[in-house]
């Protein structure tokens, strides 16, 4: 069973970093595609970064491009989101997921984790 699960949320203030962590188990770390989505309170899910398990090759949401980074190591199962210059309107629950194709579409993932909360203030 695959099972994803998100750490590293926190207050920062507007300018400031964080460093999303999701841990995966229960399948072959090179089946899915993973990514990160966020929502805010009254907004829809919206795709954030995705990286290509194979060549590691990413998109980003125009929101975020040149201040967020995706990552992953392989060899622990876990996926990042380097948070740089970050602005009170990425304030959401950011989730980690996993998809069977190179999508930032919702409907694309199958697997989500239960999310980690992320508060910018000005």
């Known amino acids: 069973q695959v099972q994803l699960v998100e750490s590293g949320g926190g207050s920062v203030q507007a300018g400031g970093s964080l460093r999303l962590s999701c841990a995966a188990s229960?399948?072959?770390?090179?089946?899915?595609?993973m990514g990160w989505f966020r929502q805010a309170p009254g907004k829809e899910r919206e795709g954030v970064a995705t990286?290509?398990?194979?060549?590691?090759?990413?998109l980003y949401a125009d929101s975020v491009k040149g201040r967020f980074t995706i990552s992953r190591d392989s060899s622990k199962n876990t996926l990042y989101l380097q948070m740089n210059s970050l602005k009170p309107e990425d304030t959401a629950m950011y989730y980690c997921?996993?998809?069977?194709?190179?999508?930032?579409?919702?409907?694309?993932?199958?697997?989500w984790g239960q999310g980690t909360q992320v508060t910018v203030s000005s």
């Open positions: 997921a996993a998809a069977q194709i190179f999508s930032l579409q919702r409907w694309a993932y199958k697997y």
């Open positions: 990286i290509h398990p194979g060549d590691g090759s990413t």
């Open positions: 229960g399948y072959s770390y090179s089946s899915y595609y």
